[in-house]
């Protein structure tokens, strides 16, 4: 069965200050990985996904991922924080294919304070 | 890119009635959707896949009977809870699959009073 680990609640970053929002996952073959933002009261926001080749991936309002296969973890990362970043980050999971499910993490609530 | 749809994206129901919320794919086909359910400060669970034109498969612990699921069409899959409950307020989620990706709708929230 595939999983996702996103192993902090809540992350609290100063604005300006680089952040980090780490993931570890656990699938059958070759890993889609992704991560998304969730406002309150909204759906979910795709920010950039990891299928195949460079591991650094670039996505949405600067955020990228990199993805460490012996690792097993797909860790987001920002430059710099701004306040507008704060929200809920899922990171998940699928194998080949669009048909095949997707897993999510539990969630890790970024906090930027001014 | 691929955009989806929910609709409603609020609604608020009396204990004991049923309410539908649907999931259209606008510009491309779709032949897998999914159905996640949210409950507060919690992840996104898997409740079923409807595939076009067959019946949906569910995931463990979710009751077939309670929340109906529907693909009738390519673009079109709804899911109906029956005679709903407070227990049933929660943010669901759909989204749609062409082959390669998965897109997500905005979400309906449910409220059960």
């Known amino acids: 069965a595939q999983s996702v680990a996103q192993p902090e609640d809540q992350v609290n970053v100063a604005e300006g200050n680089p952040l980090t929002v780490k993931c570890t996952y656990s699938?059958?073959?070759?890993?889609?990985l992704f991560w998304y933002v969730q406002y309150p009261n909204r759906g979910l926001q795709f920010l950039l996904k990891?299928?195949?080749?460079?591991?650094l991936v670039k996505g949405s309002y600067g955020f990228e991922a990199e993805f460490n296969k012996s690792q097993t973890s797909f860790h987001l990362k920002k430059p710099s924080a701004l306040v507008s970043d704060s929200a809920l980050y899922f990171c998940?999971?699928?194998?080949?294919?669009?048909?095949?499910?997707?897993?999510f993490g539990i969630g890790t609530k970024l906090q930027v304070i001014p | 890119g691929a955009v989806v749809s929910q609709h409603p994206s609020w609604v608020i129901c009396k204990s004991g009635t049923s309410v539908k919320i649907e999931c259209r794919s606008l510009?491309?086909?779709?032949?897998?959707m999914f159905w996640y359910r949210q409950f507060p400060k919690q992840s996104l669970m898997l409740m079923a896949t409807?595939?076009?034109?067959?019946?949906?498969?569910?995931e463990q612990g979710v009751e077939k009977d309670k929340f109906l699921i529907n693909h009738a069409s390519l673009t079109l899959s709804t899911l109906t809870v029956t005679s709903a409950h407070p227990e049933d307020s929660s943010f669901y989620i759909c989204s749609a699959s062409n082959y390669d990706e998965q897109y997500f709708g905005p979400g309906t929230r449910l409220t059960v009073t």
């Open positions: 998940a999971v699928r194998a080949f294919g669009g048909y095949q499910k997707v897993t």
């Open positions: 990891y299928i195949t080749g460079d591991n």
């Open positions: 409807s595939n076009e034109g067959s019946k949906a498969t569910y």
């Open positions: 510009d491309f086909q779709a032949t897998t």
């Open positions: 699938v059958s073959g070759n890993p889609y």
